[in-house]
C-alpha cells in the first residue's frame, strides 16, 4: 500500500493547498492512507474542531501534531473521543487525547499512526523512546503497519530514534522544523526514515511567518508580532509504499507540490 505523510500545515495557506492538490495526487499515485500534521494548521498554531473536519474531508485520514496541540483550548473535548487526531504519546500519563491511533485504510488495510515529540531543545516529556517501547507490541497486534511521526527539534534525536525503530515499524518521520531535508532511505531492517518531512505552506517566509518580521526580531531582540504569510505555497511531505503483510517499506520518495 502506498502511504503518504504530510508536513506541518501551517495556516490557511497550508490548508488551501491540501484543498487544491491532494485529490488529484492522491489519485496520480494511487494512495491508499495520508497523514499530516495539523499542530499549525490554525492560524500558524494549534488547530480547532472545525479545521480538523475541514482536514479530513479534503482526504486526510489521520492527524499528528506537537507541542503546540493545546493551543486552541476547543479542540480539548475533539481529542477525548477522536481516533482521527493525535497528539504525542509521551505527554505524562493521564493527559487528555490518545498518542496513536489504528485506522482503516482505503483499500482496508489498518494503519497504526503514532506520535512522539522529541525533549531535545523543547519542554521536558517522558522519554519518547520508553514510551513508544511500551506501546508497539499492542498496535504490531493488530498491525504491521505502522508509521511514526516524531515531532523533534534536533537531528540528531530524530535520526536515533529511525535507528532505534528500524524493523520495528513502516516509517519515521520527523516534523516540527519546517524544512524538508533530503536523507530519505530505507533503513536496514525495512524502516523508511526522513529527518523531516517538511513544510506544507507558504516559503516566500521564515518558516511560514513574514520574513520582514522575523529578520526584525533578530536584529533588534526585541518582541515582534508575527503574521502569517501568504505567497510561494507547496505541499512538503513523503510518500512511502508498504508491503501489506510484512509492515516493511519498498520505496520512499520525498513530495513537494506547488499551489499553481
Known amino acids: 500500500m502506498k502511504i503518504l505523510f504530510l508536513g506541518d500545515i501551517v495556516g490557511s495557506p497550508g490548508r488551501d493547498v491540501i484543498h487544491n492538490k491532494l485529490a488529484a495526487y492522491k489519485k496520480e499515485e494511487s494512495i491508499d492512507f495520508v497523514i499530516a500534521n495539523g499542530e499549525n494548521s490554525a492560524g500558524g498554531s494549534g488547530i480547532t474542531p472545525v479545521i480538523t473536519e475541514e482536514l479530513l474531508s ?20 475533539v481529542l ?15 493527559v487528555i487525547g490518545n498518542g496513536y491511533t489504528i485506522v482503516e485504510s482505503a483499500n482496508g488495510k489498518k494503519v497504526g499512526v503514532i506520535n512522539l515529540l522529541g525533549r531535545v531543545f523543547l519542554e521536558p516529556m517522558d522519554c519518547p523512546f520508553t514510551r513508544v517501547k511500551e506501546i508497539i507490541e499492542d498496535v504490531k497486534k493488530e498491525t504491521r503497519i ?7 527539534e534536533a537531528t540528531s534525536e530524530k535520526v536515533a530514534m529511525g535507528w532505534f525503530l528500524d524493523g520495528h515499524v513502516s516509517g519515521v518521520f520527523g516534523t516540527h522544523t519546517h524544512i524538508q531535508t533530503a536523507d530519505e532511505k530505507i533503513l536496514p531492517n525495512g524502516t523508511a526514515y526522513l529527518t523531516d518531512a517538511g513544510m506544507t505552506g507558504p516559503y516566500d517566509s521564515v518558516i511560514g511567518r513574514q520574513k520582514e518580521q522575523i529578520i526584525e ?17 507547496e505541499m512538503h511531505g513523503v510518500l ?3 508491503n501489506n503483510d510484512t509492515g516493511r517499506a519498498k520505496n520512499i520518495k520525498r513530495v513537494q507540490i506547488k499551489n499553481d
Open 58 to 77: 479534503y482526504g486526510v485520514d489521520v492527524i499528528t501534531s506537537g507541542d503546540h496541540i493545546w493551543k486552541k483550548k476547543e479542540i480539548y473535548d
Open 80 to 94: 477525548k473521543v477522536s481516533r482521527r487526531i493525535v497528539r504525542p504519546l509521551n505527554y505524562p500519563k493521564g
Open 146 to 152: 505502522i508509521i511514526v511521526d516524531f515531532h523533534a
Open 217 to 233: 526580531m533578530f536584529l533588534t531582540q526585541l518582541p515582534v508580532r508575527f503574521e502569517m504569510a501568504s505567497r510561494e505555497v
Open 240 to 242: 512511502v509504499e508498504v
